[in-house]
């Protein structure tokens, strides 16, 4: 049976699979994304791989139905991609273009941040569900959204910023989208910092995360969780700000979407069931009562395979109207 290639491209690395038609991956490698010059070479690099793969393993491109990729930025219906300022792309860089003019293959393109949720809902923590929204807590904060069993992509292909929802209505937490009090001001890695800056400024209690903070204004997401599970008073207090305002933007898409899950992944995620439990209890603090119980908060599954895995999927289905 003919395969699929994936492709998870990322401001720093590019992962590539070869997936089966039930979703198992075959074989997956990686390699640096090549950002220099304006990322003109971001594409030839990844086609070339794929080229060397396909070659290496004796087959031919007529052995697989297609290529799907997601990527940063906003993806205008040509299949180009603009604003994705970690790759270099800020005008629109035709990739779809590129593709199919070296490798003769459908080739479908969406953002990451959706591609990931697609994975999920295929092999990960939506298996089974019609209705998911994820939220992707890394750097940024990205987000997809599936109703009805439909990437919903809005009317130029920007729906789904999560990250760019209003939490925090005073100016307290700048976003770099040069709005104030964002998610992604206060929910992502970065935000962590902002938080951090903010509670410091008043704090006069007695924690090592302080003292470390004091002296580098930064707090990775993996010392937080470990101080603030040693009941470390600087964490707790930067902890508990940081999930009452995830809890609070995922009782805001509850309402408006009413999901059957809300799926947390990204690097942050790795805090595992704590973090769940302390966006869930304010979830339900927040959330319109009659629709508590019909959404679910669940922990991503497939960690960096989700992407490629839901890159896989569009192949599989979009040319067929289900999404």
């Not at 040509?78 to 604003?83: A, F, I, Q, R, T």
């Not at 298996?127 to 919903?152: E, F």
Request: proline share 3%; charged share 20%.
């Amino acid at each position: 049976m003919k395969k699929i290639i994936g492709i998870d491209l990322g401001g720093t690395s590019v992962k590539m699979a070869i997936i089966s038609h039930q979703g198992h991956i075959i074989e997956k490698w990686s390699m640096p994304t090549m950002t220099q010059n304006e990322g003109h070479k971001i594409v030839p690099s990844i086609i070339e791989s794929i080229q060397q793969k396909i070659k290496e393993r004796h087959e031919v491109v007529d052995d697989y139905i297609g290529i799907g990729m997601g990527s940063p930025g906003t993806i205008l219906e040509d299949g180009s991609v603009k604003g994705a300022y970690n790759l270099n792309w800020v005008n629109p860089h035709p990739v779809k273009a590129l593709f199919e003019k070296e490798i003769k293959l459908p080739f479908i393109i969406i953002n990451d941040a959706n591609s990931a949720a697609l994975g999920e809902l295929w092999q990960g923590a939506g298996k089974g569900c019609s209705d998911l929204v994820m939220l992707t807590l890394g750097t940024g904060v990205g987000g997809g959204i599936i109703c009805q069993n439909r990437l919903i992509e809005g009317a130029s292909g920007s729906a789904g910023e999560i990250g760019h929802i209003t939490v925090d209505f005073t100016d307290k937490f700048p976003c770099s989208c040069g709005k104030y009090g964002c998610l992604e001001a206060i929910a992502s890695a970065k935000g962590l910092n902002n938080l951090g800056r903010i509670i410091a400024k008043d704090y006069q209690g007695q924690s090592s995360l302080y003292q470390e903070f004091q002296a580098s204004q930064s707090v990775e997401a993996e010392d937080l969780i470990t101080a603030a599970k040693a009941n470390d008073d600087f964490a707790l207090k930067i902890f508990g700000s940081f999930s009452k305002y995830l809890g609070l933007a995922c009782s805001y898409l509850a309402n408006i979407l009413n999901p059957q899950r809300i799926v947390i992944g990204g690097g942050i995620s790795k805090a595992g069931e704590y973090l769940k439990e302390a966006i869930d209890k304010n979830f339900q603090e927040y959330v319109f009562q009659p629709i508590k119980d019909q959404t679910q908060i669940s922990l991503a599954e497939l960690g960096n395979d989700a992407g490629i895995l839901g890159a896989a999927y569009l192949i599989l289905v979009k040319e067929s109207g289900k999404l």
